[in-house]
């Protein structure tokens, strides 16, 4: 399916950025960035296509789960009014689509190559905790530094961001400690889960304030947005209460931890010793 595709081509190019996160100021700085940038503009070719397969799923999805009549045929109403608005089109031209999946999949394994042709003899383990240190001070700095606007798409967005950065950047050295990094993944991907539902709801909640006007009648479209806040503000509330916890140890002591765990596996016997 296309959705799957894409699916796929997005957490490839997350991938590739978690490496390279990991290796900044290892590698040469030009190389890096360049590779940054190709792999940013792929997973913004992509973004339009997501969001809109998302905003369709989840109208499907809330018109199914909300509760009372009226507001279910609130929901499939302006469900109605964003398909005859164009805001998420239930008719197009599906190879147009196919045409940029196609053209960022052909570019993938361009980014794949770029990766094994860079020199990662710099790279050593200092360098890479020192990356993660950093990491961890951003993520924690979301959730307990900042003054909250639940308001603030792009600061709830460039949390996510942040979150699956250090959830991706922690599996690809997840074999020094196997259990405990995996563990610390899954606190991770938790966060970052509640904050992804919540921002598709913004989403689906800035077109209906964009097309206001094309409801035929003010209190179906005052159900649909007291549905999303309601959503919302339980969502929020998970995220941070999930965030803390995931990030409760300072940037110091996850840094000495990932170090004593490096060291422990750095005395462990090869495998099949």
Known sequence: MRSEAIRRARKAVKRFRAVLDLAKGSI???SQEAMRTAARDLGRRLSPLRDRDVIMELLARLQKD???RKNREAIRLASMVLSASQAIPTSRDHREDEAIVMAVGAKIPELAAW???TDFGKVDRD???DRFEKAWRHHRHCFFDRVRDDDDLSRLHE???RVIRLQ???GAIRNVRSKSIRREIRRLKTVAGTLGRDRDLSLLEDLITTHADRFPDVEPRARVEAEIRKRRRILQRDSLRNGREASRRSP???RHRLETWWKSA????PSGA
Do not use: M
């Open 66 to 68: 909300t509760s009372g």
């Open 252 to 254: 110091k002591a996850a």
């Open 127 to 129: 360098s890479v905790i």
């Open 266 to 269: 750095s005395k462990r016997p």
């Open 159 to 161: 949390t996510r961001k």
């Open 168 to 170: 991706i950047g922690l």
């Open 115 to 117: 990766l094994q042709a």
């Open 28 to 30: 040469d700085a030009e």
